[in-house]
Nanobody, 118 residues
Framework: QVHLVESGGGLVQPGGSLRLSCEASSSIININAMEWYRQAPGNGRELVATITRGGTTNYADSVKGRFTISRDIAKNTVYLQMNSLKREDTAAYYC????????????WGQGTQVTVSS
């Protein structure tokens, strides 16, 4: 069982920056992939960024060059640095962990709201 707690959301003006944090209850080195998803009202959940256990990162085309996913293994924390924010980035952002052992398990955080507005 992995418990995830997100923080760092808030209200920011277009062009601004925010950093989201996702703290896991267990060592993230044992987690195969940690991801950030987002969901805007009326839309489905969208994969934003992924970081694998080996440190490989991937991004949705809509955020490439603006968002950066990173991790601090010692703190069991994954970050999402969001720069040059746009109104269309407004959404609830969720942390997601995928663990592959004998079987695949996945876990979600409670979400943190990001609102980009002037």
């Amino acid at each position: 069982q992995v418990h995830l707690v997100e923080s760092g959301g808030g209200l920011v003006q277009p062009g601004g920056s925010l950093r989201l944090s996702c703290e896991a209850s267990s060592s993230i080195i044992n987690i195969n992939a940690m991801e950030w998803y987002r969901q805007a009202p009326g839309n489905g959940r969208e994969l934003v960024a992924t970081i694998t256990r080996g440190g490989t990162t991937n991004y949705a085309d809509s955020v490439k060059g603006r968002f950066t996913i990173s991790r601090d293994i010692a703190k069991n924390t994954v970050y999402l640095q969001m720069n040059s924010l746009k109104r269309e980035d407004t959404a609830a952002y969720y942390c997601h962990a995928v663990v592959v052992a004998v079987y695949l398990s996945d876990y979600w955080g409670q979400g943190t709201q990001v609102t980009v507005s002037s």
